[in-house]
Structures are given as C-alpha cells and as structure tokens.
C-alpha cells in the first residue's frame, strides 16, 4: 500500500465546527477523484489528512490529489514507528542516506504531539547523521531536502512536496452561475470561483447550433472531467440564434456590445433564481474590450440586479491565458465571434438609463428559454458524442459551390475569391430564392463563427451549405485542402 500525506492551508484558519466541516467535503471529494474508493483507506487526523492506496492505483492518486481544490499539497510517504528518538534516527537514516549521498542537503521536520525532543533537535541529530556521506548541509538551495512530518510514535518519510491547486474543498461556498463562452476567459473565471469551493452551473448561449456549442463543450470540458470532484456541474445551453439576424437587420439592440451583454446577464439570472443561487460569475477583465469599460460594467451590474461575480477584473490577457493553458481550457480553435454587429461603433461609456433602452421582446425572451437543453455531468460524454456524430467532416470544396464572402465590404473588395459574392448576415436567408434552392452554398468569414452561423441557418432551411473560414479557404485556393466542418440539411432539424 502507498500512503499520501495531504495538506490545507485555509481550512486551517476556520473554527473548529467549521473546519471538521470542510475536512469532511475535502475527503468526500477526494474520494469521489479515485475511480476505486472501495480499495483505499482515507482518514483525517489534526491539520491532515491521510490517503492509503494499493500500489497498483498510486499514479492515479498523484494525478488526481493535484486536481482536488482545496490541497495545498501532498506528499507520497514511507511510514514507520517509534519509540525513541534514537530509533526515529536511525531508521531516518536507512530511508536518506541514498538520496543524501555525494549531494548538498537538507533536513526540515514538523511534529505534532507530546515527545521528549523539539523539532530543531531531529532535524539537527538527523543532519550530523547524514552528512559524512554527503556533499555537505545547504539551508539554502539544498540538492536533496530530508522530510519528516513526525505525529505521535508515527513518522511519514517524504522526499518531495507536490503542490495541489488550493483554495477551498468544491461544494463548500454555494453554488452559483458562470456564463461560459467557448473561448479564453470565462472558463478560467469560472474555474476560478470553483476554487473558492463554489460548485457553478454553467450556461452557455448558442449562436450558431450546433457548430458553436461543440466548440464551447470542448473547451468545457477539462471542468468537468479534471476539475469538479465531488460536484454534479449542470450545463445550459439555450439557443440565441434568433438574435444574430434580428442585430444583422438593425433590429437588435441600439448599444449591441453591452445590450447583448445584458441579455446573457438577464439569462444567467434566470437560471440563478431557478438553482437558488448566489449570484452570476463572468470572464470580464477591466478594460479587455468595450463592453468591459468601468463606465459599462457598472451600469451592467446595476442592471443584473444580483450579485456578479468578476475573477479576472484585474488580470491582464497574458495572465489568462498562462492560467488557461495550466488547467486545460485553453481552446485549440476558434471560430470567433460576431463582431461585425455586436461591436460595430461600440458604446464605451454607457449610461443605466442607456442601457435599459436595450430588452429583448418578452416574446423572444420566452422563445430563447424554450430552447434551453440541460446537460448533467454524468451525460456530458455521451451528449458530446451525439454532437459529434452529427457532422458529416469533409474538405471544402469551391466546384459547384456558390462563394458567399460575410466579411466587411472592406475586405471583400480588397481580396475575394474569383466567382463569390458578398452578403450580410441578414441577407442569408433570402440567398435561396435569388441564387437558388438546388446548389451548395460556400460561406466565409475572418474565423469561421459568422459562416458557421450562415451555413446552420441555410441548413434549416433545407439548403446544402458548407462553412470555412478565410485563411483555410485560401488554402484550399492554393491547392492545399484541409479539413472543414460541412453542415448538410439533414442534421438540424
């Protein structure tokens, strides 16, 4: 069997009451990490926790104890007993003496319970012990660092300390909502807050279904599979797609960059009353973009009503994007966003009365609602499997295929490919009656969302339509073709 040795560091600032509460979560959680908790033995003693496992599940154990939040960290042991310090040394001394020799070292010990010798004795008993054999004592920098966590007549033998994420045990602090996009920065927000120890219901906002929302699950997804022990994530997924058309007509929202800000608010409210929840978490960094102006995010959180929740108000995007790469959210891909119509001439210093101007109809609102698919942590897999499954993959292909460029006119008067046309967002859904039913549609934009959406909304319709962006189109211009998404009219009903 191996043993691990874990540890906190806030757990340890509460009272009593409430730390035996938060060691009892931290336990259940770590349990709930291990895929066999019927072969391990996990128990609590003062300022620890302890974790016995068969030696076949101890890589399992390393990875896993990394990714509970709530350790600070952990350390595989040899445990052995004793009845004096004599004894203490000299078996200290057959489990170090290969790892000190020829190298600089040194020892650190901490004790808990009642002995004859301080700390600073076995660490220096220990130390004259070791050293004619090794490269000499460094305080400092040492090579090598002889660990000792001493509890009564037991002693546990380590040789590193692993660091685990911190923070408090998952479940501890509520539950609240995080609105998560399939991009950079909410899903850090929202890992962030599940440090703290609050579980998050996450809702998500389609705007081109279902091409957008894989693409957010697979971001997503490292939450729930690495990162939410102990906690059933409940996901939300509504689609918003009835908007896109309405803003691409001028019939949206008269401030787009912050009123369409405020519907995803005034959705992930929604959600919170329904979870009784705490309040709305978001992936807003002070200043990031336009909408995220101190002038706009005040009069957003005036507006929401609720508390929100901001993690990142005070990162920068290098820093955001080091963390996402750290805990697996950071996206491969992108599709982009819209932000021909949700920030075409931004309002940067909006005003409460400004932005109650923007509200969607009740009757929109209501439709959004209905659209709304609950995915719980056990059916994720399988729900994104489904998605999958329902692509048909292959290479864009421009023979016989109608080229709808839905960049800025900008763009595409100064490179287009010979033969395509240009269109709006809201001229898709007339291209069948001018260019006809019976042909495959070609879309393209800067990164792929726009056309993503357009080839999705022509795919409804009972169109062929396939969707690229740019940079792949010119590829396959060149002669190069690589691999695109193909929406056909069978796969949205």
């Excluded at 998500?204 to 906690?231: M, R, Y």
């Excluded at 978490?281 to 990031?288: F, N």
């Excluded at 969607?360 to 959004?368: L, T, V």
């Excluded at 357009?454 to 002669?479: C, H, P, Q, R, Y």
């Amino acid at each position: 069997m191996s043993v691990f040795i874990i540890r906190y560091s806030e757990i340890g600032l509460k009272g009593p009451r409430k730390r035996s509460e938060m060691e009892r979560r931290l336990v259940k959680n770590i349990s709930s990490a291990l895929s066999e908790p019927s072969e391990m033995r996990i128990w609590r003693e003062r300022g620890r926790i302890f974790l016995e496992v068969p030696e076949n599940l101890r890589t399992l154990a390393s990875e896993n104890l990394a990714t509970v939040f709530g350790i600070k960290s952990f350390s595989e042991c040899k445990v052995v007993t004793f009845n004096s310090i004599e004894e203490l040394i000299n078996i200290s001394v057959d489990h170090f003496a290969p790892f000190t020799k020829s190298r600089t070292f040194a020892v650190r010990a901490t004790r808990t319970g009642h002995h004859a010798f301080t700390s600073i004795e076995i660490e220096r008993k220990l130390g004259e012990a070791l050293f004619p054999e090794s490269s000499g004592v460094n305080l400092e920098e040492p090579e090598y660092t002889a660990r000792l966590d001493i509890r009564e007549n037991k002693a546990y033998l380590y040789n590193s300390v692993l660091k685990g994420p911190g923070g408090f045990p998952l479940g501890t602090q509520g539950r609240m909502v995080s609105l998560v996009s399939g991009g950079i920065d909410s899903p850090v927000a929202a890992w962030m807050m599940m440090k703290r120890g609050s579980i998050q219901d996450i809702v998500f906002c389609s705007l081109a279904h279902p091409i957008d929302t894989l693409e957010f699950l697979t971001v997503l997804q490292p939450l729930l599979s690495k990162w939410s022990h102990g906690a059933d994530i409940t996901i939300h997924i509504f689609n918003g797609s009835r908007l896109v058309e309405a803003m691409a007509l001028g019939q949206g929202f008269v401030h787009p960059n912050v009123g369409f800000k405020k519907f995803l608010y005034e959705l992930a409210g929604m959600v919170n009353s329904s979870i009784n929840g705490y309040g709305i978490v978001t992936g807003e960094s002070l200043g990031q973009v336009s909408s995220q102006t101190a002038e706009n995010l005040s009069a957003l959180s005036i507006s929401a009503g609720i508390p929100i929740f901001r993690p990142l108000i005070g990162f920068d995007k290098d820093e955001i994007v080091d963390l996402s790469k750290r805990i697996g959210t950071f996206p491969e891909t992108s599709l982009g966003e819209f932000c021909s119509i949700f920030s075409s001439n931004p309002s940067l210093t909006i005003t409460q009365d400004d932005l109650e101007k923007d509200k969607i109809p009740e009757k929109d609102m209501q439709a959004i609602l209905e659209t709304e698919i609950i995915i719980r942590k056990k059916d994720f897999a399988d729900y994104i499997e489904k998605l999958r499954k329902g692509f048909r993959h292959t290479e864009p292909t421009i023979e016989g295929a109608l080229l709808v460029d839905l960049r800025s006119e900008d763009k595409f008067r100064s490179w287009h490919p010979a033969g395509s046309i240009h269109a709006s967002l809201g001229e898709v859904s007339s291209l069948p009656e001018k260019y006809g039913r019976n042909r495959t549609y070609l879309f393209f934009c800067s990164k792929g969302l726009m056309s993503a959406y357009a080839a999705s909304k022509l795919g409804s319709m009972g169109i062929n339509a396939m969707f690229t962006d740019e940079w792949k189109l010119k590829k396959v211009i060149d002669g190069n073709p690589i691999k695109s998404e193909c929406l056909r009219k069978n796969i949205l009903k």
